[in-house]
C-alpha cells in the first residue's frame, strides 16, 4: 500500500499561518472522500477536517473558523490551509482517506505552534 505524501509542515508562532498538501497515492480518494488527521504526544488521533463528493466540508469543533479544506477537481491533491493558528495545533498531520482510511499511516508533517 502506497500512503499519500504530506507537505509543508513547519514551525510557526500562535497567530500564524500554514498551509499543508497531501498528494494522492489512489484514485480511491475520489470515492472515499479526503481527510486531515493530527495525533500530539499522548493524545489519540483525531479527524481534523474531511471533504467527501457532493457533502460539506466537516471539521473538528477545535478547528472550525480557522481550518479549510480543499481539494483538486480529480481527488489527487488536497490542502489544509490553517490560520490563527495556537499552541494547542501542535501535533503531527496526516491525510488519508475521508472514509475507511488506510490502516498504514505515512510519515505525517510536523506542525509546531510556539513562540
Known amino acids: 500500500q502506497v500512503q499519500p505524501v504530506e507537505s509543508g509542515g513547519g514551525l510557526v508562532q500562535p497567530g500564524g499561518s500554514l498551509t499543508l498538501s497531501c498528494a494522492a497515492s489512489?484514485?480511491?480518494?475520489?470515492?472515499?472522500?479526503m481527510g486531515w488527521y493530527r495525533q500530539a504526544p499522548g493524545n489519540q488521533r483525531e479527524l481534523v477536517a474531511r471533504i467527501m463528493p457532493g457533502l460539506s466540508p466537516h471539521y473538528a469543533d477545535s478547528v472550525k473558523g480557522r481550518f479549510t479544506i480543499s481539494n483538486n477537481r480529480n481527488w489527487s491533491t488536497m490542502y489544509l490551509q490553517m490560520d490563527s493558528l495556537k499552541p494547542e495545533d501542535t501535533a503531527v498531520y496526516y491525510c488519508?482517506?475521508?472514509?475507511?482510511?488506510?490502516?498504514?499511516w505515512g510519515q505525517g508533517t510536523q506542525v509546531t505552534v510556539s513562540s
Open positions: 489512489t484514485s480511491l480518494f475520489s470515492s472515499r472522500g
Open positions: 488519508n482517506t475521508g472514509s475507511q482510511p488506510f490502516n498504514s
